[in-house]
């Protein structure tokens, strides 16, 4: 089993709350989502990316027997988070891809989370995704409240509730936040009978998001249910069950700003420097260790400060291994990515850097890790973003695309703009016309040009677009395809092409 660390949890509150709230929370009950109107549902799964296919189930099992506490402590405290817990039922309904100016059916979607200090309720990211209508109903209750979103991390898989009824918040006390279990520790999940003992503390990338943040490891075993559940050690919460991990690092995300400002990241790609002859290669002595800057984000403050081939000795004071690793505690190693995702956005950090021998000193404010060419997040009023002509289905390439498309790999996920604003567009539908007549097999692929200059976002496409001023149209995309239209032919008969699909407008 798998836990998200408390200090990711932790991380993600900080960062998003739109008022004044404490630092320490209650751990969220991390649930896969269930909706009642799938056509094809998939056989149950604990893996992360399969949470639509399995119904998830509210808490009502606990373990007991802590080395540490009597067994009526422990009992107590387990006792404590049960009237903490909610169940959350989601109304949901998400963009159909075919058809992106309309929703799919609407579905029930079950899930849980934990009441919070602050009055909020925190629960899983993708428990709310594509909502319409949120309820909440309080552990033994069969009473439900309306309930609304208040920010959402989908880098860390979390949000954030608010219910604005004070019969439901009375006598609902919020958990504590404990710290991070030690490799050997007992920890007790709640919702299902298991304890099990923290076997890996890492960083580990998360398939909702893609996004590397802390995890800790537990050995005990993965059956349905165990998604969504707190974990806990003593009498505080040290992280949030989910497939086989656990997150217990990071509710920060939510500052004084009032809105989601996300995790930060240099914005670099780096290798580790364990080769011998790679580290003398860079004039790097026996005591140094460090990593090598490969690439930088075209778009990150990094790019002007940094170089390439530079080496990064420290963050904050803090040595990084060739191997990648800083010390989390005592002699336990992770991955140099977790000291830099705990920051603020915009928040600086001071990096110690190895460049032709000698060693420099640079501030450098860190970019949220939103800025991907592929966003990670699609809580977004605006969002899916297309625009119609000629037949043509133009859309912003969404993670959703790529999940639901064949031809595109999740590498794509990982892609960084090169300019401000940057997306990827592409031809995502084709409603058949005697104007598209032979493009129809030009679906899902990127559209590079129109006219010759390049297609850096949808606003500029439109633009490009409608500001023809040649008889024919020429889009260039991917695979050196192209599409050749009559303008003028083009225009007349995009209006037909709406009216016969019933569709209001040309663009989102």
């Keep these: 089993m798998s836990l998200w660390s408390v200090r990711i949890i932790t991380r993600f509150f900080n960062s998003s709350t739109t008022q004044q709230v404490p630092r320490f929370l209650s751990s969220p009950f991390l649930h896969r989502r269930s909706n009642s109107v799938r056509n094809n549902p998939q056989p149950p ?12 189930r509210f808490c009502h099992s606990v ?26 039922f989601c109304f949901c309904s998400e963009p159909d891809d075919d058809k992106p100016w309309t929703n799919s059916y609407e579905g029930l979607a079950e899930g849980s989370g934990f009441a919070i200090l602050g009055r909020r309720i925190l629960t899983n990211a993708h428990v709310v995704e594509d909502h319409l ?41 919020p958990l504590e936040l404990g710290d991070i279990p030690s490799i050997g520790e007992t920890v007790f999940a709640i919702g ?17 998001s893609t996004t590397k943040l802390l995890t800790i490891q537990v050995d005990a075993a993965i059956t349905n249910g165990n998604s969504g559940g707190p974990v806990i050690m003593g009498n505080k919460v040290v992280g949030v069950a989910f497939q086989s991990l656990v997150w217990s690092e990071n509710t920060d995300v939510v500052e004084e700003k009032g809105y989601y400002t996300g995790f930060d990241l240099p914005d670099i790609s780096c290798q580790a420097m364990e080769n011998s002859q790679i580290r003398k290669h860079f004039k790097m002595e026996h005591a140094m260790s460090g990593i090598l800057i ?27 291994g060739n191997d990648e690793t800083i010390l989390l505690r005592g002699k336990e190693r992770i991955h140099f990515n977790h000291l830099v995702s705990m920051k603020k956005q915009g928040e600086k950090g001071v990096f110690k850097v190895l460049r032709d021998g000698r060693e420099h000193e640079f501030k450098i404010s860190l970019n949220s890790m939103q800025q991907r060419l592929v966003p990670v997040r699609e809580f977004d009023p605006f969002y899916p973003k297309w625009y119609i002509f000629a037949g043509f289905i133009f859309a912003s390439l969404s993670k959703r695309n790529i999940k639901n498309s064949s031809t ?7 892609r960084r703009p090169e300019k401000y604003y940057e ?35 949808m606003n500029q496409l439109r633009t490009l677009i409608k500001k023809c001023r040649t008889e024919d149209l020429r889009l260039d995309l991917e695979k050196g395809k192209v599409i050749i239209l009559n303008y003028k032919s083009a225009r007349k008969e995009t209006l037909l092409i709406l009216e016969r699909h019933r569709i209001p407008s040309c663009m989102s």
């Design 423 to 457: 997306e990827t567009i592409i031809i995502s539908q084709v409603l058949l016309d005697d104007i598209n007549v032979g493009y129809y097999s030009f679906k899902n692929l990127q559209v590079k040009k129109v006219n010759g200059e390049e297609v850096r976002h």
């Design 294 to 320: 490969n690439e930088m984000n075209m778009v990150s403050a990094a790019h002007t400060i940094l170089k390439k081939d530079d080496v990064i000795l420290a963050i904050d004071g803090v040595p990084i």
């Design 192 to 208: 299902y009978p298991i304890e099990g003992i923290v076997s890996r503390v890492e960083v580990r990338a998360y398939s909702h």
């Design 63 to 88: 373990c007991v027997n802590s080395q540490s506490e009597s067994t009526h402590t422990e009992k107590s405290a387990i006792d404590t988070a049960l009237d903490s817990v909610v169940k959350i």
């Design 408 to 414: 595109r790999c999740d590498c794509a996920l990982e």
């Design 133 to 173: 209508y949120l309820q909440v109903k309080r552990h033994g209750s069969s009473t439900k409240y309306r309930a609304i979103v208040e920010a959402v991390g989908d880098e860390c898989d979390l949000a954030i509730l608010a219910v604005d009824n004070e019969e439901f918040w009375e006598d609902l006390n």
């Design 45 to 56: 799964t604990t893996g992360i990316s399969g949470f639509h296919a399995s119904i998830p």
